[in-house]
């Protein structure tokens, strides 16, 4: 299933394009429902009878974009109890976090909370949440690259669009993997979850802790791309959420 970058399987992305060759991940298993979702997501559209869509656990889901250097809204996917198997085409940088999971690669456990690489072809399971919490996301170097509807990337099933076909992931769906920031542009690593403001008032621009609901936690952040992220930081969960 797995093509070189020659071969000439298309792929459609957000730039509403086919392009020969992309790194992408294949779906081997889906786990229980995963999905694609962007951070804040599809909002403000209740007037015309569209619900918000986005992360369940958005503190997670942007910790572990930021921790990648991505943009903290960058597409992910959302995972729900059990989470999905899956091959990368191409040597990428992934996190995985939210609720506790043991998550493999290639057969061997892997870490949560801190940036996994990952060899050509390998292969991430997300396994099963072990809780408390519901819901775990993997986040990958680039995001997620889907087409946006009415303003964003998330899914949202019932009205059957956004993210992946608008829909929950199934066996066989491959999806293409954005470009890395800074990959070939140089662009500059993006502020931290809720803590754009303060990041002038830190000496390193690598330590800039992410901020809670309303106040700081005074517990250096990990460098972007480099690090996991403390447990400080990790939102508390529940058996609920």
């Known amino acids: 299933m797995s093509e070189a970058p020659g071969d000439t399987h298309a792929l459609s992305t957000s730039a509403g394009v086919e392009k020969a060759w992309v790194p992408r991940i294949e779906v081997l298993a889906p786990g229980m429902m995963t999905t694609v ?9 209740w007037r015309v009878g569209v619900p918000p869509s986005g992360p369940m656990d958005d503190l997670s889901f942007r910790l572990g974009n930021w921790a990648l250097g991505n943009e903290e809204g960058a597409a992910g996917l959302e995972c729900t109890l059990i989470g999905p198997k899956l091959r990368f085409t191409a040597a990428t940088t992934v996190m995985v976090t939210g609720a506790e999971a043991t998550p493999t690669v290639d057969g061997e456990p892997a870490a949560t909370w801190e940036p996994l690489t990952l060899a050509a072809g390998a292969v991430l399971d997300v396994g099963k949440l072990a809780g408390p919490g519901l819901r775990a996301y993997v986040l990958v170097a680039g995001g997620i690259d889907v087409p946006e509807y009415l303003g964003s990337a998330s899914t949202f099933t019932l009205g059957g669009f956004g993210g992946h076909e608008g829909r929950a992931l199934k066996k066989g769906d491959e999806l293409a993997i954005g470009e890395p920031r800074g990959a070939t542009t140089g662009g500059s690593a993006p502020a931290p ?40 930081h990790r939102p508390g969960l529940t058996d609920a959420w």
């Open 37 to 45: 979702q962007d951070w804040p997501g599809r909002v403000g559209l």
């Open 193 to 232: 979850p809720n803590g754009a403001a303060e990041a002038t008032a830190v000496a390193d621009p690598t330590a800039v802790p992410p901020i809670g609901a309303d106040e700081a936690d005074p517990t250096p952040a990990p460098a972007l791309g480099a690090s996991a992220v403390p447990g400080a």
